[in-house]
């Protein structure tokens, strides 16, 4: 009886789970997304690089292979059964061994083996061939976001933080999206995606800054590891222009889902017209350091460097959550020695949890401390300019 209900019990949870999902469909719009996942997936995404259809066909050889084996080791024990069964007479044979079967059951799985082994490894051997690349970017994974720098090729000196949208956030925070609400890119929409150009080499550099990420993009076939204190390196030559999405492939913290990554693939020409128009901002982002600043107008730029990075973590009310340590409060924070909250957000602290921020400019890091001391409960009245920052960069 126990073991009745028990089933009874899996087959209601199963059926749950499918009116469930049945449901969220009906109740909003969910389209194939472009670069992305399908309704009802279920082969590999299409593939837009050659690596990509590589693993494809590799995918469905050996489990072609190892379906015909299947079938072919199966059907020979199952018709030895039925064929020698003991209710037609046939007694067992007594002989002890057989060299001919021991040649044999050697010498075709060692055949079955090479058949298999020739293709993956000239496939592996292609995925890890990086050089002659046209451009190199590195992809730094940090709780829960990915840091972009452009290292060598068009675009070099190009950098910038990639994070989830913001209103997508907000749209799970509320529960997920709401009827009406196109939820095709739901959490793989960021604020600034990786542009490269099409058909050109891109080399990607992994890394990490706290814990373990995986930087994964299905349409590209490509999935490395980001792991702190190494370095290691992929590639893709993408040859359509669109969207392509992916996301964090390790288990990297609670908020691993929201750790997406968008990849826009542009036309050289356009890719091109991106280059100058980032290589303008960053020259506008490049303020001058000896710039004295008045705490009204420092403030208001502190605000919203906050909330493009800091807020995911710490929350818009500076308050935390679960190991992340508030702000409002914070004795770094209100400690009249400014160079400590500085020193913080230049090298980071408790082992990567709070990550570097170097990559900000130093009028945006001066902003937020500025910022940070000055709101919600702390009213310390104290400013920080960039100078002070600059003074302090290793």
């Known amino acids: ?15 749950g789970a499918w009116a469930g999902t049945a449901a969220f469909t009906l109740a909003h719009a969910v389209n194939d997304l472009p670069g992305g996942p399908a309704v009802n997936q279920l082969n590999l995404a299409p593939a837009v690089t050659n690596i990509a259809r590589e693993q494809q066909w590799l995918h469905w050889f050996m489990l072609i292979m190892c379906s ?52 993956a ?6 995925m890890k061939d990086t050089t002659n690349a046209d451009l190199t970017i590195k ?50 929409k960021v604020d600034f995606p990786l542009v490269v150009p099409v058909d050109k080499k891109i080399r990607i550099i992994t890394t990490a800054n706290d814990v373990i990420h995986a930087f994964m993009v299905p349409a590209f076939g490509i999935k490395q590891d980001a792991i702190p204190g190494f370095v290691r390196d992929t590639w893709f030559r993408a040859e359509k222009v669109g969207d392509y999405y992916g996301q964090c492939a390790e288990l990297c913290g609670k908020e691993h889902a929201y750790m997406p990554i968008h990849v826009k693939v542009l036309s050289a020409e356009d890719y091109s017209k991106w280059v100058a128009v980032e290589q303008k901002k960053m020259a506008a ?36 959550a679960g190991p992340v340590k508030p702000l409002d409060g914070a004795a770094v924070v209100l400690d009249a020695d400014k160079n400590k909250q500085i020193a913080v957000l230049l090298n980071g602290q408790n082992n990567g949890a709070m990550p570097s921020w170097k990559a900000l400019s130093d009028t945006d890091i001066a ?28």
């Open 285 to 320: 982002k490049a303020d001058d350091p000896t710039k004295v600043w008045t705490l009204d107008d420092i403030t208001k730029r502190g605000e919203k460097v906050y909330a493009q990075n800091c807020a995911a973590c710490h929350q818009a009310n500076g308050k935390g």
């Open 68 to 119: 015909v084996i299947f079938v072919a080791v199966f059907s020979v024990m199952f018709y030895s059964i039925w064929k020698h069964r003991k209710s037609q007479g046939y007694k067992a044979a007594t002989f002890h061994e057989s060299v001919t079967v021991e040649i044999i059951w050697t010498i075709v799985p060692f055949v079955i083996v090479i058949l298999m082994a020739l293709p």
């Open 121 to 126: 490894t000239k496939v592996v051997v292609a």
């Open 367 to 394: 902003a937020v401390i500025s910022y940070t001391k000055n709101n919600w409960s702390n009213k310390t009245g104290q400013l920080v300019q960039p100078a002070d920052v600059l003074a302090l960069r290793k």
């Open 139 to 188: 992809a730094t994974g940090m709780q829960w976001k990915w840091g972009y720098d452009y290292l060598k090729g068009e675009g070099e000196g190009i950098g910038f933080v990639s994070t989830l949208d913001s209103d997508q956030r907000a749209m799970s925070d509320a529960g997920g999206p709401k009827k009406g609400e196109s939820v095709d890119n739901y959490l793989l």
């Open 1 to 15: 009886m126990k073991s009745i209900l028990n089933k009874l019990a899996s087959l209601l949870l199963a059926a």
